[in-house]
């Protein structure tokens, strides 16, 4: 797809591309005034600084120099998104495949040779922008929260009472960590605004670079029987296996992402029609807690899993009693409807 092609979106706000259910959580943080500057202060001093210096010293900076292709393909993705700072990007020597995000108060991208080496032109610029999402988004602040939860966690595994209630805040973090990647992925697509090619990154992630062996629905099928298990005992199973999971499944983020693409919201924001950065400050709280909620819901709706049926009426009273609470806090920060 040529560059002349793309779609500039000037001072788009990350509210745009974020899932409903991580929208609702940053939305939330951001009302804390100063707590992310505080968090993304306290983590520049050191731990920003050290993961920087790690990687200076130990893979290749992008640039017109090194990886020339993979520098532009950078530039793009910020001038596409409208990021204020462009991010530096380092090439690691490493065959997993694997791309990411780091640094709270000056993030920068990395990326693996095996991710290189497993994308072509189009698919890495979804991987950027991927990641280029992350950055808009901050995600990495309320990350750095998760690993020292993780670790605190840890400490007081001995101590019954202090560690299951920090568990429930750990597991609902992991919650909201696998929903941002969703929204990364979202902003992926927007990144590089061709459907095909994001899919086949994600195919890729999940089998390899044999792509004239992989089927776009081929793989779609596989996500609508993995989400329509036939036993309760098999849904049990997957619950199971999300705890201490930080993605979604390769499955489900491409099916989640398929069907965005398709729906008219994508199409919207690729129009014009999309929140912008200068509007974040009026966000209200409640109303991105409803639209996580009716997210939630919908998904429930559309599943087939036999576990979700049997939970679903509790699941939309829980949502119902959060709904009326949020409602009052709205009233009480003047944010609500």
Partial sequence: MPDRSRVRLPGISSRAYEHPADRSALTTLRKLTGFDVILRNLAGLFSDRALRLMFLASSVRASEQQFPDLYQTLLDGAYVLDLPRVPELFISQNPQVNAMALGSDRPFVVITTGMVELMDAEEIRFIIGHELGHVLSGHAVYRTMLYHLVNLAARLALVPFAW?????????????????????????????????????????????????????????????????????????????????????????????????????????????????????????????????????????????????????GVAGSAVGAGERLMNRFGRRDGSGS
């Fill in 164 to 312: 299951v209630g920090l568990k429930a805040v750990i597991w609902g973090l992991e919650e909201w960590y696998r929903k941002s990647e969703l929204s990364a992925d979202r902003a992926g697509l927007l990144a590089g605004q061709d459907v095909a090619a994001a899919r086949r990154a994600l195919m890729k992630t999940a089998g390899g670079a044999q792509l004239a062996e992989l089927s776009h629905d081929e793989f779609l099928r596989q996500a609508r029987e993995y989400g329509a298990v036939p036993d309760v005992r098999e849904s049990l199973i997957k619950l199971l296996q999300l705890q201490g999971a930080t993605h979604p499944f390769a499955v489900v983020r491409f099916a989640e992402l398929d069907r965005w693409a398709s729906e008219g919201e994508y199409r919207d924001i690729l129009s014009g029609n999309y929140p912008r950065r200068d509007e974040d400050k009026d966000a209200s709280v409640g109303e991105e807690f409803k639209a996580a909620a009716k997210s939630y819901q919908d998904s429930w709706s559309r599943s087939a899993d036999p576990l979700i049926g049997v939970v679903r």
